[in-house]
């Protein structure tokens, strides 16, 4: 007899409004780098989420007006009718499947420089542009609050056209005009729009009633609201006006979306906010409040807890984004009974930096993210094999575990040899450093599925030398064999080997994740300016050594500002007592000291320690492919991962995928085929 599933009650329809969601799945708004320059990309990105099982997909972030242009980040677009074409793909590759369909409109305020459109950013005061540029957002007045009003009802109109289900009005993450309303840091004005709560609330109140009055007859309309924004009495909190919003509000929006802002706060990485649900505290009340359907996020992979959240009446559409990236299949997955299958996000953020570099998101989880139309990359399909040749992968770190399993897909008959005792390589050795816990994730979720198929082997404790390799007689070898961080000093700001380090007790990255640490007071010097630095500084810290952090750059770990993790980083640095010198380089080092330069100033100092972690740049040991070179000039090797260019996990685990993708394809790598672009349609004569 058929088991019942426990995650039915997941499956269940939800009335929103107008409209009915097919499951409680939700992929809520998020950011993806495709926006309105990549309509096609985008389109095929989100189709993917319906296609695996979400009940309602969104759109990203969705500009109103060019009074609120994002540029030079690529989000949505819907300015005027012009922009449903391209919004319609996205529509049309999401309805094919089932879903709803949702769009975030949005008026960005101060949060928008406006580079592109070169209007004037409008706020409720004369305020300071949010991203540095050194401009202030002018102070609306009644005509420009009536304008507002008016963009987003055509924008809604214009939604409806293009065939959205849910049309959003956003006050959350910082980011948004009717958010920036509501908050007395912001608005202080003196008439009918400010003041008391009643009136902050008037613009969300005035946008709610006119999209309905516009739209919902056939949209349904969604307040997503920043409840708290963790700043305690300095912000909105949760339990003081945030309830008072909802209280006020509670019977206009048709779903309530909530969350915690600013995007920093909600968005948070494991290293910060290791549990899942992390913000279910602040958007508790919410449902019991409104009665209406509510959807919040909180990186929620695990489907005990989704139906612990809708049978306790405290959501009914279980939010995500980042688990949707990391799997787009987590719905049907849990539907199938197969959740030992889902590929848990590790909170690492790399999805949120292609967003801030203004790149099409990617994922160290799902190479396959952002690819579903350059590449056309699936994430749950491949092409069978092309032969009934054997193949070598060397090396069990991410790059070498994702390309055994995709090639294991492909059904090819795969070995993997690992030098050492555990399958994971980096992601196993990272995941030992204070915060990274959930990184072993990349190797467990690989390690669950190689070990669910026939054809694929794995050899531990198996060091390949290239006459192993050869005697193993594979038809071709895929060299994953990693990078080790280097001992010497060289990186970004030395080219050549630092002086004195030999009388220097000296540690890596590696020596820490290996246990091999440091005694005593300890410099760690940062000249790779990644997450590393900042994390060993973290680790040992932990460890109640002397931490003096020196580091070439002006903040701790400048990537980290990608990931939204630089603050917390540097403030938790602070916290543990570590000692910050920043903008130096290491210019010495010599029996229970260092030297260092300001890069700026030059003025030297000297720093009493009696260990040095050095954390520059890594280093490729290429003898094993030289020797097979040499010894077998004729056998397919190709090597991938850290063994080609170090980089992120989330570069290695796409290395992996990509050469086990191309290994006997018809459908080459050509630049033509990697370089597929959205061009735009130019007329066929110059007008100028
Ligand atoms: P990547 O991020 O590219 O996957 P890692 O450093 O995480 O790189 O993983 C490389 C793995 O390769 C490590 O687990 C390491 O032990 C293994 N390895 C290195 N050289 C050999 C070798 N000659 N034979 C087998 N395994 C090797
Ligand atoms: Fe999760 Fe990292 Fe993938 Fe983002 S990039 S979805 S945080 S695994």
């Known amino acids: 007899m058929l088991q019942p599933n426990p995650y039915d009650v997941l499956f269940e329809e939800v009335q929103i409004g107008p409209v009915t969601a097919p499951n409680r ?17 985008h389109a095929a990105m989100r189709e993917v989420k319906a296609l695996g099982g979400w009940g309602v997909v969104c759109t990203e972030e969705t500009e109103i007006h060019p009074s609120s242009d994002l540029s030079p980040y690529s989000e949505q677009r819907l300015w005027d009718e012009r922009d449903i074409p391209a919004l319609s793909l996205m529509v049309e590759a999401v309805k094919r499947h089932g879903a709803l369909v949702g769009i975030e409109l949005v008026h960005n305020g101060h949060m928008a420089s406006n580079l592109f459109s070169r209007l004037p950013a409008l706020a409720p005061a004369d305020i300071q542009l949010d991203d540095g540029y050194p401009r202030m957002a002018r102070r609306m007045d009644k005509s420009d609050i009536r304008e507002l009003r008016r963009w987003h009802r055509r924008a809604a109109r214009n939604a409806k056209a293009a065939g959205f289900d849910i049309i959003y009005v956003y006050a959350g993450h910082d980011m948004a005009v009717p958010q920036h309303f509501l908050l007395p840091r912001y608005n202080q004005r003196s008439d009918e ?3 008391s709560l009643e009136n902050r609330a008037r613009l969300i109140r005035e946008l709610l009633s006119e999209t309905k009055d516009e739209v919902g007859d056939r949209c349904a309309v969604a307040l997503r609201l920043g409840l708290d924004e963790r700043m305690g009495a300095d912000g909105m909190q949760a339990h003081e ?68 959240l809708v049978r306790g009446g405290v959501l009914d559409l279980i939010g995500a984004a980042r688990p949707s990236i990391a799997d787009p299949y987590l719905p049907n997955k849990i539907a199938e009974g197969r959740t030992d299958a889902i590929r848990e996000c590790i909170g690492c953020n790399i999805c949120a930096s292609s967003d801030k570099l203004g790149v099409p998101i990617r994922c160290t989880q799902n190479p396959t993210m952002g690819e579903e139309w350059r590449r056309g990359w699936h994430p749950e399909s491949i092409a069978q094999r092309a032969s009934d040749a054997e193949v070598l992968v060397v090396g069990a770190g991410p790059a070498g575990l994702e390309c055994a399993l995709q090639l294991g897909r ?20 990272e995941s030992g450093l204070k915060g990274l816990t959930a990184w072993r994730r990349v190797a467990d979720n690989r390690l669950y599925e190689l070990s669910q198929m026939a054809n694929v082997r794995l050899y531990r404790e198996s060091p390949m030398s290239a006459g192993d390799i050869v005697e193993t007689e594979s038809a071709a070898v895929f060299l994953a064999t990693g990078a080790r961080w280097r001992g010497d000093g060289t990186g970004r700001t030395h080219f050549r080997p630092v002086q004195g380090l030999s009388d220097i007790a000296v540690f890596t ?52 500002t990608l990931t939204l993790e630089q603050h917390r980083i540097q403030s938790s640095l602070i916290a543990a007592g570590v000692k910050l010198v920043l903008s130096s380089k290491l210019v010495a080092a010599g029996r229970g000291t260092v030297s260092t330069a300001d890069i700026y100033g030059g003025s030297r100092d000297e720093i009493a320690c009696t260990g040095l972690v050095l954390v520059t740049a890594r280093d490729i040991d290429r003898s094993l492919s030289a020797a097979l070179k040499r010894e077998a000039p ?14 992120l996990i989330a570069d290695a685990t796409f290395s992996g995928h990509l050469a086990a993708r191309n290994f006997e394809s018809d459908v080459l790598e050509t630049e033509a085929a990697i370089y597929r672009r959205e061009m735009p349609a130019l007329p066929a004569v110059n007008t100028l």
């Not at 939700?26 to 993806?32: F, G, I, K, S, T």
């Not at 509670?250 to 990485?269: E, K, Y």
């Not at 010097?525 to 994390?535: C, E, K, L, S």
């Open 241 to 308: 006006e945030g309830r008072a919003v909802v209280e006020l509000l509670a019977d206009i929006p048709d779903l309530w979306d909530v969350n915690v802002s600013n995007w920093q706060n909600d968005t948070v990485s494991t290293r910060f906010e290791p549990d899942e649900g992390y913000e279910v505290d602040q958007m508790r009340f919410v449902r019991e409040v409104t009665g209406k359907p509510t959807v919040g996020v909180g990186r929620f992979t695990s489907p005990d807890l989704m139906v612990r």
């Open 193 to 195: 729009y400010g003041g």
């Open 634 to 647: 004729d056998l397919c090797v190709e090597t991938i991962g850290d063994a080609l260019a170090p980089g």
């Open 509 to 560: 990255p590696d020596d820490v994740m290996a246990g091999n640490l440091p005694v005593g007071p300890v410099v760690i010097y940062d000249d790779d300016q990644g997450y590393m630095g900042g994390v060993i500084a973290d680790h040992l810290a932990g460890k109640s050594l002397a931490v003096t952090f020196v580091t070439t750059a002006s903040i701790v770990s400048p990537f980290t």
């Open 410 to 429: 492909r059904g090819y008959r795969v070995s993997v040899a690992e030098a050492t005792g555990e399958f994971g390589g980096r992601s196993l050795r």
């Open 25 to 41: 799945f939700y992929q809520v708004p998020h950011a993806c780098g495709m926006g309105h320059l990549r309509p096609q990309a």
